[in-house]
């Protein structure tokens, strides 16, 4: 059965709310949680199975560590878990606040989601953890996702990520706000099984929809000439971006109209995995 719009906003609110997970917003949070990951919407976290791929624990051999076992997993708490992802999230939000500060952008740049990884220092407790992912703003993270912008906008040696959005006036966001693991699979279900078409909308569209309505609230924008959008997410949940506004007509959102470019013909049996939509 198809979920209702009324189900999605409980995720608006888990991604754009300073909820915590304690009393009754811990159901909340499970039924939330589950729908994100395809479950069922209610109080037993089915999600859980979803992170066990990047709860990892250390290892000589590998600096990002290596998956833990199925004991050491079970072991590992929902609170630990949630907390981890929600206080890494309260961190980039203060991060982007620094970023927008001060700032009128030329231009956008637009991420998925931020990455995540649950690191077990010590696996005899696999109930201690702590969150090791590095946001793009966060001190000297390098990777794909920070070379990436530091590389666009040939950006002097040693630049941080902020220092080069702010010297090109490029504000930055990801669509999902919160550090959670999203693997291709869910991704492609995202965009073709029927369960995520809400409301005449594919999930990810109205994602998109929600952090497109709180970044225009919280940064300055050029009104004087066109403001170019750069959009850095998989193809599969990209394509349903073209895909939608080509038939629907453009977004608008308190006078701002974003075009998209003609949806890509790329039909999703022929995709290849890892292929970005680049930028316009």
Same mark, same amino acid.
């Given at each position: 059965m198809p979920y209702s719009l009324k189900q999605l906003l409980i995720l608006k609110e888990m991604f754009y709310t300073d909820m915590v997970y304690e009393g009754d917003n811990a159901e909340r949070f499970t039924s939330a949680l589950n729908l994100f990951y395809g479950y069922?919407?209610?109080?037993?976290?089915?999600?859980?199975e979803a992170f066990k791929k990047v709860v990892k624990k250390p290892s000589k051999s590998n600096e990002k560590g290596v998956q833990v076992s199925q004991t050491e997993f079970k072991a590992v708490p929902v609170e630990l878990i949630i907390g981890s992802a929600l206080a890494k999230g309260r961190d980039i939000k203060q991060k982007l606040k620094s970023l927008y500060f001060g700032t009128e952008f030329r231009r956008?740049? *637009?991420?998925?989601?931020?990455?995540? &990884?649950?690191?077990?220092?010590?696996?005899s407790k696999p109930e201690e953890g702590e969150l090791v992912a590095k946001f793009i703003l966060d001190e000297r993270c390098g990777g794909p996702y920070a070379n990436a912008i530091l590389n666009c906008f040939k950006s002097p040696a040693k630049s941080s990520v902020h220092q080069s959005l702010r010297a090109n006036h490029c504000g930055v966001f990801d669509v999902i706000p919160i550090p959670l693991p999203i693997n291709s699979e869910l991704r492609n279900l995202w965009a073709t099984d029927e369960r995520y078409l809400i409301d005449g909308k594919r999930i990810?569209?109205?994602?998109?929809?929600?952090?497109?309505?709180?970044? *225009?609230?919280?940064?300055?924008?050029? &009104?004087?000439?066109?403001?170019?959008?750069?959009v850095g997410i998989p193809l599969n949940n990209a394509i349903t971006l073209y895909e939608h506004y080509e038939a629907h007509g453009p977004l608008v959102f308190k006078g701002n109209k974003i075009e998209f470019n003609a949806p890509h013909s790329l039909p999703f049996s022929a995709k290849k995995v890892g292929l970005w939509i680049h930028a316009f």
């Open positions: 069922p919407a209610d109080t037993t976290p089915h999600w859980k956008t740049l *637009i991420y998925e989601a931020p990455p995540y &990884s649950l690191l077990i220092q010590d696996p990810f569209v109205h994602f998109f929809e929600w952090a497109v309505e709180k970044y *225009i609230d919280q940064v300055s924008i050029v &009104s004087t000439k066109p403001h170019r959008l750069s």
